[in-house]
């Protein structure tokens, strides 16, 4: 009997696109895929400059599919290999002869805001990352993964915002590895469902904490003290990446400080609740979101 090899064209995704696509459908389908994939681009839509939106729709785009090739397939070799040939499709469009609407519409933001490939092939090394490993030995390996994971994020928004620069750039890097942080420390028992722990093992290791109590779900003390130790160096992170704000324009400014302010109110929840975050998962409120949202706002807009 003969066994099928597995490919990219053979595998089932829900991406798949035949036939050519103008331009205009192009931008159409990131638009699409950014509004309904995600709520605060909705609210972001209103903030964000007109002339940006489509760029940020097409950026969003490529960063959607790449997480849903990486999380939603449910096969470690399908998704390796179409992830393969997500960035074979990029790699297409850089040598100018984009195939799939995503890079169709992103050619034209590449272009215009002479973005180098690096952020997005980043981002696939991050997901090709997910597929193997599910434990990290020291806080470096972890903060080795956000560089991949998360930093490229921050520094494809900065692009599009028209910053660049080397300083700019790794102080971006500070907020976005604390949002990745903060994010991990928020979701311990939804990582612990997929057999992932992204608390370092040997800060476990120093607080007494086994494997095996995490997915028990049962809250300690000693746990308590090594996500007490894990919160406050996060802290520090965003305290070093809000550096940022003064080196940005007004508009950029408001985003940047609604994102970190939203990763520093998950850090107060899981205080407020005293760092235990495996019985009671910390979430920031749609209503408290929204008077984050205002109160950057009204002090962006005030004179001074």
Known sequence: METLTLTAENIEHPYKVQGVVTPQEARDYCK????????????????????????????????????????????????????????????????GSPRHPVFVALAETVAKFGIPPDPFRDLLTAFRQDQVMTRYETYDD??????NSANPVGRLVLYLCGY???????????TCTALQLANFWQDVTRDLVKDRIYLPLED??????????????????????????????????????????AMVDKRVRLDIEMFSQGG?????????????????RPSVSKRRQMALLFGRLIKNLTPG
């Open 164 to 174: 660049n620069d080397a300083t700019r750039l790794a102080l971006s890097d500070k």
């Open 204 to 245: 476990l290791r120093r607080f007494g904490v086994t494997e095996a109590q995490l997915f028990e779900r049962k809250f300690s003390p000693e746990f308590g003290k090594l996500m007490r130790f894990e919160v406050e160096r996060t802290y520090l992170l965003f305290e070093e990446g809000a550096k940022l704000g």
């Open 264 to 280: 520093i109110e998950v850090l107060k929840l899981i205080e407020k609740q005293n760092y235990d975050t495996l019985t009671s």
């Open 32 to 95: 699409r895929l950014a509004t309904r994939h995600y709520e605060n681009f909705l609210v972001a839509g209103v903030f964000c400059p007109k002339p940006l939106r489509q760029h940020f729709y097409n950026v969003y785009a490529y960063c959607r599919i790449s997480d849903d090739l990486s999380d939603e397939i449910g096969d470690t070799k399908k998704s390796l290999i179409l992830l393969d040939w997500w960035e074979d499709e990029m790699n297409a469009m850089y040598a």
């Open 142 to 147: 972890l903060i080795g993964y956000c560089v």
